[in-house]
């Protein structure tokens, strides 16, 4: 009997350690096999702005000046939360009712009619447009480009929905785009020749479009060129999406902020409503509520019965809640809270026509110091401009001397953002610009 248990004892520790071999080969196997995937993941590229910023914060030259991020400063270089804003959040914070439950999908119902009526103005039918709120217009773009690439018949032959895009354009819609699955396609939008409107390049590139395609258009204040069509080109081009079926997708980012108005800056959404367009609008409150880390926006459809209405709403319900369920509801609850108060609106008011004013003051100053320092070209253009950006013309090379010798910071296509400068760093930045631009075009040939 020993001599058979000491052979079953053999055989079982035999057995053990094999099992116990086989799991560890297991193991590691399954480990690695589970891991492999990713070492095969690609590193991605920066952000192209937000790569900007990152390299501007390390930078530790004292004479750096970022004007690269679209982000209002105020007279000292410093972020500037409105005083109506302000006061708002202290109501709020004061507020016993208030609390951080779930928002319904669709956003806060009384955020979104505000946000609405502040877009599309007090005569509009409300009844009619089915509205969402968003995270901020970013997410308004995304939402609605989903909707679009699910719903807008594809043109003959074509596997997606085109989206026309002005060039050049906020580089995100790009991506955004890209990703709903539409098919992103660039009208001409900027005369690089005249460093102005390509007018005549838009209606025709919007003419060859094929009909029924998506047009994607900024309310005001286009970014990056700060150039506009005036009423009449934007009547044109109101009548020549009609005439090709096309639908209109409005992001308004800068209402209020562009010239100080906010009425007056809303003319071109209102018009093509005016015109019977079934439009489409992603609406931002990052800029014009300096609301930029609240992410408050929404994302409406301007439909022709209520009952097109309901359907769309339930739509764009069915699109979010996979996304990210429901938004955010400080922001909007600001925004609420300030569109709800007389007083209040009227400090906004003034709150968005002082960022506009001093943004207004930067570009002529940027242009008169220019000049002063002996610049010879014809800067008239950045003073036609509108809004937080100045297109200045300037190439990549420039640009790249800009950064690498005075530490000044900027996107590589000329684009300078007025906020970051004030009366502490103009004269420093004009200089840099005339150093670099002196003896060259700052237009194409």
Excluded at 74 to 93: M, N, Q
Aim: with cysteine.
């Amino acid at each position: 009997m020993p001599g058979i248990g000491a052979t079953m004892m053999f055989k079982y520790l035999a057995a053990t350690i094999l099992l116990s071999s086989a799991t560890q080969a297991f193991s590691t196997v399954t480990k690695t096999d589970m891991a492999s995937y990713l070492s095969h993941v690609p590193e991605g590229p920066p952000d192209a702005i937000l790569g900007i910023a990152e390299a501007f914060k390390s930078c530790t030259d004292e004479r750096k000046v970022n004007v690269c991020v679209g982000a209002y400063r105020d007279s000292t270089g410093k972020p500037w939360i409105l005083p109506s804003v302000r006061k708002a959040e202290e109501r709020l914070l004061a507020d016993p009712t208030v609390n951080k439950e779930y928002a319904p999908i669709a956003g806060d119902a009384k955020y979104v009619d505000l946000a609405l009526g502040f877009a599309y103005g007090a005569q509009a039918d409300m009844t009619k447009i089915a509205g969402v709120q968003t995270l901020s217009g970013t997410g308004a773009c995304r939402v609605g480009g989903h909707f679009l690439s699910k719903f807008v018949p594809k043109p003959e032959g074509m596997d997606k929905v085109p989206i026309y895009i002005p060039n050049p354009t906020w580089g995100n819609h790009i991506a955004i785009f890209n990703n709903c699955g539409m098919d992103v396609r660039r009208y001409r939008y900027y005369n690089s020749k005249t460093n102005r409107l390509d007018y005549d390049g838009l209606i025709e590139d919007l003419k060859e479009a094929p009909e029924g395609s998506v047009i994607l258009l900024h309310a005001c204040a286009h970014n990056p060129t700060g150039c506009d069509p005036t009423m009449d080109q934007w009547k044109d081009i109101s009548d020549l999406i009609k005439s090709k079926k096309h639908h209109c997708f409005f992001d308004s980012a800068y209402q209020g902020f562009a010239s100080g108005d906010a009425e007056a800056d809303a003319s071109a959404l209102r018009l093509f409503v005016s015109e019977g367009h079934n439009v489409v609008l992603a609406q931002s409150f990052a800029k014009n509520f300096g609301l930029y880390g609240e992410r408050t926006g929404t994302l409406s459809v301007v439909c022709n019965s209520l009952e097109e209405r309901s359907a769309v709403l339930s739509q764009l319900k069915l699109i979010i809640r996979p996304m990210y369920s429901s938004p955010p509801i400080h922001g909007s609850s600001i925004v609420k809270t300030v569109l709800t108060d007389e007083e209040l609106t009227a400090e906004y008011y003034d709150n968005c026509k002082e960022m506009a004013t001093r943004i207004n003051a930067m570009r002529v100053k940027l242009v008169e110091v220019l000049k002063e320092v002996g610049s010879e070209h014809d800067w008239s253009h950045v003073t036609e401009q509108i809004g937080m950006f100045a297109y200045t013309g300037m190439n990549s090379d420039m640009c790249d001397e800009l950064t690498s010798k005075y530490s000044i910071f900027l996107t590589r296509d000329g684009r300078i953002s007025l906020a970051g400068l004030n009366d502490g760093n103009i004269e420093y930045v004009a200089k840099a610009v005339h150093d670099v631009t002196a003896g060259k075009s700052i237009t194409s040939s």
